[in-house]
Every structure is written in structure tokens, then in C-alpha cells.
């Protein structure tokens, strides 16, 4: 096993390390993610020199960060970064009571960035149109089955995902495997030949990427604070019914957001993390299966 690389960093302000990394998580038995009994965040990334594993506790004090593999030292300089110390929280101006209660409640949230645009881009077009369930259990069978072992000391089951232009290898009878549709398979295989990395404000050129993929590759990548997931299933609800205590739709979600331009998509986060919930009364959205088509 190789040596870690450590390295001990103390943020100057509160951190909650699960509201700030947990959004990299797709779902319950994410390969390349995982919570650790002490409360530890562990990572598996396709860095840019080679596979790594990071691990992340935080005693509300000292951050100790520790990595592993070929992209160990790329990982730990990346460490504040992650946790958002080129974040901004005081950019957003609260305008209401309601936006005042989630700034209070969110100490310790920041919106950190990753530097890995593909680790993003892909699960946000798996998750297209369709409930987490079913985009999670395809990322989970993919990255299982292409992704290689995580360095370190991590269980059998993390694995590092594919690096962007193994996906363009998967076989076709693979993707159906994993439950996903012809459409999304050429979107991801189709996004292989733009370098998504030095070209993150393009993304919107690949065919199938659009707004809500966009801000959902953006947010977490770069940490972007304003970009807005149009289209998306639940946001626009659970942001109308905090602010004003009705689901809207994109149109009305985008007019309550206008007054923090700039500051949105820590507002969405926010909201996600600590807004009202809507009662569930309709039909959820049901879970397709294509593996047996």
C-alpha cells in the first residue's frame, strides 16, 4: 500500500463537511463515495495524474486531509478548494425573512469546487429526466465494472471512475446492462471529444447537454453560485413552497430567484438543505427498467 500524503488545513470560518461535499454523492452505494463511522468524507477521483483516494475529517478545528494513489498530491493541494475557500458566502444579501432564516441555518455550508468537470457532467446526464434511482443504479453498475479499485485503504467495493475517454469504450450491450437508453449513451460517448476540463463554460455545445445539466455539472465542478437547474423535477417546487409557500414552476422559481442574481444556486442549495418540503400527493415519477428490452 502506498504512504499518504497528508496534509492538515484550518478553515477561518465554521464548515460542515457533509453539506458542503455531500452533493458529489450520487446515492446510497456511490463506489466513489462514502462516509466513514468517525464522520469522515472518503472520495475515489480520476485525477488529471491518475487515480487517487481522499479522506477528509474535520475535528471543528483542523481539516486533515489524506490521499492516496497517483493523483494523491493533486488531490491534497485541491483540499481547501473542495471545501470551499474560494467560496463567498457574504455575496448573498438576504431580501426576505425566509432567505435570512436559511443564511443562518447554512453556517458552516460552502459551495466548494472539485476541478473535475467530466466526474461532474457524467452522472448529471445519467440523472436526465429520469427519478435518482434509476440514474444512480446505472452509475453504480458502470463505475463498478470500468472504474479500478481505489487506492489506499478503502473497501473492495469504491472504485475510481473511468477516466472521460474510457466511456467512449463501454460496450453498447453494457450500457443496457446498466438500465440506460440509447440517448444518454450517445450524449455521454458523444461529450468524449470536447476537453470539458479547460472548457467548462461550453458544455451547452455538446449535443444533449442543456441548462439543467449545465448547472448541475457547473455547480459541482466549479463551484458556480449562480447557475439555476431549469428543468429540473423538484427543485422549482420545494424552492416556491419555501419562499412563498407554493410549488412554481421554472418560470416562477427563476422570478423569485431574480432578486439574488448571482448568489442563486447557493439560495437552490440552501433550500435543498434546509427549505420545507412539499407534501408528497400526486404519483412520484415511476422507475424505468430497459435491461429487460
Known amino acids: 500500500m502506498s504512504t499518504a500524503v497528508v496534509r492538515e488545513w484550518t478553515p477561518p470560518w465554521p464548515l460542515d463537511i457533509r453539506a458542503t461535499v455531500g452533493l458529489h454523492r450520487r446515492g446510497t452505494g456511490d463506489p466513489a463515495f462514502a462516509y ?92 436526465q429526466k429520469v427519478v435518482g434511482t434509476e440514474a444512480w443504479r446505472a452509475w453504480r453498475y458502470l463505475v463498478r465494472r470500468y472504474g479500478q479499485q481505489a487506492p489506499g485503504p478503502v473497501p473492495d467495493t469504491m472504485r475510481v471512475p473511468p477516466a472521460q475517454g474510457e466511456w467512449s469504450r463501454i460496450p453498447t450491450w453494457e450500457w443496457h446492462r446498466s438500465g440506460i437508453e440509447p440517448v444518454r449513451m450517445r450524449t455521454i460517448r458523444g461529450a468524449t471529444v470536447m476537453d470539458v476540463e479547460k472548457h467548462p463554460e461550453h458544455l451547452r455545445l455538446l449535443r444533449g447537454v442543456g441548462r439543467w445539466t449545465e448547472a448541475e455539472t457547473r455547480s459541482r465542478a466549479v463551484g458556480d453560485p449562480d447557475v439555476v437547474n431549469v428543468g429540473d423535477y423538484h427543485i422549482p417546487k420545494i424552492v416556491g413552497y419555501t419562499l412563498i409557500g407554493e410549488p412554481v414552476d421554472d418560470d416562477g422559481m427563476l422570478e423569485l430567484l431574480e432578486p439574488y442574481a448571482g448568489q442563486r444556486q447557493r439560495v437552490i442549495r440552501m433550500i435543498e438543505l434546509y427549505g420545507s418540503w412539499p407534501q408528497r400527493r400526486g404519483p412520484r415519477m415511476s422507475v424505468r427498467d430497459y435491461r429487460s428490452i
Open 36 to 127: 466513514g463511522r468517525d464522520g469522515s468524507v472518503w472520495r475515489a477521483v480520476s485525477t488529471p495524474d491518475g487515480p487517487g483516494t481522499l479522506t477528509i475529517a474535520y475535528d471543528g478545528t483542523t481539516v486533515t486531509g489524506r490521499a492516496w494513489g497517483p493523483g494523491a498530491a493533486w488531490l491534497i493541494d485541491r483540499l481547501p478548494d473542495l471545501l470551499g475557500a474560494r467560496d463567498d458566502p457574504q455575496a448573498l444579501t438576504p431580501r426576505d425573512p425566509v432567505v435570512e432564516r436559511l443564511v443562518r441555518q447554512s453556517d458552516g455550508l460552502r459551495l466548494g469546487r472539485t476541478d473535475r468537470v467530466w466526474e461532474a457532467l457524467v452522472p448529471a446526464i445519467l440523472e
